[in-house]
């Protein structure tokens, strides 16, 4: 039994099929707008990987029976797909929380708070699905996928994006301000990008670093999308994606509860 | 419909509190509100007036009391009380993402309809508000008195059976006011019922069936705007200037002329009779005493003074 005073009742989710029409209503802005913002959600990975697999690469022995633009190409594909869920999670959904108060209007209509924030976290995952699978395209077309595993890659994106969402959301529900996002990139993202795998093994890094990577989504995300790009199927890859399933369910509550905490008052 | 299950009275609140922290903001209100009226709760800013808005759809639960909507409680009964709600914010929550036609189709599906279903419904509100021609317009190419009338529209898409309007007219000028009055007078006439928060009591008289007039978290008065202004006002007010000692002229002219008089209030140098006689009577006799009057000025009684006698205050403080 469980108390109507207690932290559970007062938390317990309010969640039906009505978030899925928050996720639609981001849709229909993104019909709008999504040729514009390929720039900085596709023109950039690209730019990152032509200098770095091209340039760079040229004094780069192979890593892993692996030319360094095939190493880190997979990588690339997995971060832009971060980058654009958590831009979406933290600025987008912070301008539509706080500025223009989109939530504090469809939270009097019969959706709830969690459906809003769920449809938030729905289309991150989206985003995540969507850059990093035009990137899957081109690195089809430059002749970098090896083996047909990588149809499975937007699923994988799905899911990691699920996870970048929750965090971005978590951050934008405790923020006061936009100011502070840059904190969470400059702190949590960018270290996660540098460090997760994508332009490096992290076999050669110091232990605590290797550790560490363990706990960021990131480097299981580019874990498995490299095994799934370049077909070197690695049976630890169920690890991987086991953890990220962790990270998905763990994250689950936050941030319905602390954006509650922070609207409901 | 679970709208259908209250027996005719649509918001009943008894006890009602709320605290944020240690300031209690709602302290201990009764309101009941009937199916078809029109509501106004009048107060300055900081009366509580949002917050018991917003204790009704659910982003502020109640402290303590209940809070009946449509004869359910607040308390758990969210959603299916919001599925019969329309609301105005005070502020325009648009969605400036969306063009005007979206804003209603894309908020009608949050009740649960297909666009196919509400799309005619769209056009009958934009027509009803004045907007048929703005269809395609995005939102920042309306005016301030549009993007109201635009919000209203969006508020009755659900065909609610309670309406509330937080504030309908504020930052809107004259004209755009008036405009926004006349389109809620329309919705009035089909009996949905409202609740209105305002500090205006020109719209306040205009509107309400009946009121509440609220400062500091509790309820002063309730009825109807002209039985409150006869109760408290009588029918005429005489205001007076005085140059010098107006506390000295108001205890004189109250102890000379009492039976002329309901009361009168001072507030600084003005003094406001509120009459029960002939209102010219009175102003000879004030002259022949020789008062320092600097201006005078006789007028009908209305809601302003009602609230200035019951709270010693100034209601609009935009104006």
Known sequence: MIGKTSFLYKYRPELSMLFWEVFRRNMIV???????????????????????????????????????????????????????????????????????????????????????????????????????SIFLVVLFFLGYISSPLALLVPVVLILSGVVFAQLSMIWTSVAPNMELFSYYFTLFITPMFLFSGIFF??????????????????????????GLITGQFDPLLWANLLVLILFAAILFFPPLILMRRRLIK | ???????????????????????????????????????????????????????IFGLSPPTSGTLLVLGMNVNGNQREIKKHLGVVSQEDHLDSDLNVGENLEVFARYYGMRPAESRPYVKQLLELMGLSDRYRSKIHELSGGMRRRLSIARSLINNPDLLILDEPTTGLDPHARRLVWQMLRSIKEKQITMLLTTHYLEEAS???????????????????????????????????????????????????????????????DSLYFYLNGDGKVLLNEINSLATPVSYHLLRPSNLEDVFLKLTGKKLETES
Not at chain 1, 41 to 48: A, I, Q, S, T
Not at chain 1, 57 to 86: D, H, V
Not at chain 2, 8 to 14: K, S, Y
Request: glycine share 10%; proline share 4%.
């Open chain 2, 206 to 268: 205009i509107l309400c069936d009946r009121l509440v007039i609220m400062d500091d978290g509790i309820i002063l008065d309730e009825g109807n705007p002209r039985f409150l202004v006869k109760k408290h006002a009588g029918e005429e007010v005489l205001e007076l200037g005085l140059r010098e000692k107006p506390e000295f002229w108001q205890n004189e002219i109250s102890a000379r002329f009492g039976d002329m008089q309901k009361g009168s209030l001072l507030l600084g």
């Open chain 1, 30 to 132: 993104f019909n709008k707008y999504w040729f514009s913002n390929i720039m900085f959600n596709f023109l950039e990975p690209l730019l990152y990987l032509l200098a770095l697999g091209i340039g760079l690469g040229l004094y780069i022995p192979e890593i892993e029976g692996l030319s360094y633009l095939e190493f880190i190409s997979p990588g690339i594909l997995a971060s832009s797909a971060m980058w654009a869920t958590s831009f979406e999670c933290t600025y987008n959904s912070f301008i539509r929380l706080q500025v223009q108060k989109t939530y504090h209007a469809i939270v009097s209509t019969p959706v709830s708070l969690d459906e809003i924030v769920m449809g938030d976290i729905a289309f991150g995952a989206f985003k995540s699905m969507f850059y990093g």
């Open chain 2, 1 to 55: 419909m679970a709208g259908k299950m209250f027996n005719r009275e649509v918001i009943c609140a008894r006890g009602l509190r709320k605290k944020y922290g240690d300031k209690e903001v709602v302290r201990g209100i009764n309101l009941s509100v009937s199916k078809g009226e029109c509501f106004g709760i009048l107060g300055p800013n900081g009366a509580g007036k949002t917050t018991i808005v917003k204790m």
């Open chain 1, 201 to 226: 093994p992290i076999e050669n890094m110091p232990i605590f670093v290797q550790r560490l990577a363990w706990f960021t989504p990131l480097f299981h995300s580019v874990q498995i999308c490299r």
